[in-house]
Nanobody, 123 residues
Framework: QVQLVESGGGLVQAGGSLRLSCAAS??????CAWFRQAPGKEREFVAA????????VYADSVKGRFTISRDNAKNTVYLQMNSLKPEDTAVYYC??????????????????WGQGTQVTVSS
């Protein structure tokens, strides 16, 4: 069973930055992604990355502000979040999958999930 553990969440003022980390208990996970869920809303896609890191996909709402990356030697995926806005407030979840290299945007495309880390952006 693969375990994913997120860290790096917290409280930040609008315009600030945070870097989330997701440490995996197993090697060679293929695609990885970040999703988020705000209170009363459905879980939404944020960013995804292929195993090699050469292919990335972003939600329109975070393009130009967030960057997903990975260090396979450390089995860790990162989400650098800059220019944060109050509407970025949510629980952020790391997700991973072995079934395909291609980054995907739907929750059903990932079969391993972390427990989530809270990100709160104050105005």
């Amino acid at each position: 069973q693969v375990q994913l553990v997120e860290s790096g969440g917290g409280l930040v003022q609008a315009g600030g930055s945070l870097r989330l980390s997701c440490a995996a208990s197993a090697r060679s996970l293929s695609r990885c992604a970040w999703f988020r869920q705000a209170p009363g809303k459905e879980r939404e896609f944020v960013a995804a990355i292929s195993w090699s890191g050469s292919s990335t996909v972003y939600a329109d709402s975070v393009k130009g502000r967030f960057t997903i990356s990975r260090d396979n030697a450390k089995n860790t995926v990162y989400l650098q979040m800059n220019s944060l806005k109050p509407e970025d407030t949510a629980v952020y979840y790391c997700a991973a999958d072995y079934r395909s290299q291609r980054p995907a945007t739907a929750p059903v495309d990932y079969n391993y999930w972390g427990q989530g880390t809270q990100v709160t952006v104050s105005s």
